[in-house]
């Protein structure tokens, strides 16, 4: 029993096939069909709205240079955000709930940030190691404890990211085997349950799109730094 609990970390099969590539059609049916406007009904509209929104959002504390990273950012939101919400569906898989593949998406883009502050602002770029002020005899510990906390930003990254969806899958798993356990013994605390359920998978989608947010918001962050 304890094992079947982390069954849904792996990619379910029908027949020898991965359902997770049955999900990803989904998506198919949000890109708009082909004519001679960009903006053809009201999901189009709304797709623009929020992609027009997200990219505010993401581009608002970074200065004019950081926008030519607003393509990359924007798309890295909305995989995120299709991603962990397609994973909520039943007999689905996540893949964000991975931490290798958070890892592949998290490290290459810090890489990426931090190789640009080097390349263009170096000595800026030096000077986050070393706070103004600081005593003399501080400055090998401060180097040594700011160093440390640049090179774990990319696994805070990918470790905040699975943890969260790992943690909320895990529970929802856990509430809904005691709902089904308990409808035959008590009825009515099995309702009590479902309930609890019902606003745990409303939370968890709360969560997902959170979780895509501050994932990416983050990295504008960590690029705003060195640019």
């Not at 990211?161 to 008590?186: E, R, V, Y």
């Amino acid at each position: 029993m304890n094992l079947s609990f982390f069954d849904q970390f792996t990619s379910p099969c029908l027949l020898g096939i991965p359902l997770i590539l049955l999900s990803m059609l989904f998506p198919t049916l949000l890109l708009p069909s082909p004519g001679n406007r960009w903006i053809t009904n009201r999901l189009s509209t709304l797709q623009a709205w929020c992609i027009n929104l997200i990219t505010k959002q993401l581009m608002t504390p970074l200065n004019t240079n950081g926008h030519k990273w607003a393509l990359i950012l924007t798309s890295l939101m909305v995989l995120l955000l299709s991603i962990n919400l397609l994973g909520l569906l039943p007999y689905t898989f996540t893949p964000t709930t991975q931490l290798s593949m958070n890892m592949a998406l998290a490290f290459p883009l810090w890489l990426a940030t931090l190789l640009t502050g080097l390349r263009n602002q170096p000595s800026a770029s030096l000077g986050h190691l070393l706070p103004e002020g600081t005593p003399t005899p501080l400055i090998p510990a401060l180097i040594l404890i700011e160093t440390t906390s640049l090179l774990i930003r990319p696994l805070a990254l990918g470790v905040r990211l699975t943890a969260n969806l790992t943690a909320g899958h895990l529970l929802i798993q856990l509430i809904s085997t005691a709902t089904a356990a308990l409808l035959s013994i008590m009825p009515a605390v099995s309702i009590l349950t479902s309930i609890v359920l019902l606003l745990l998978t409303i939370l968890e989608v709360a969560v997902a799109m959170i979780q895509a947010y501050v994932f990416v918001l983050l990295l504008s962050l960590y690029l705003q730094e060195n640019i």
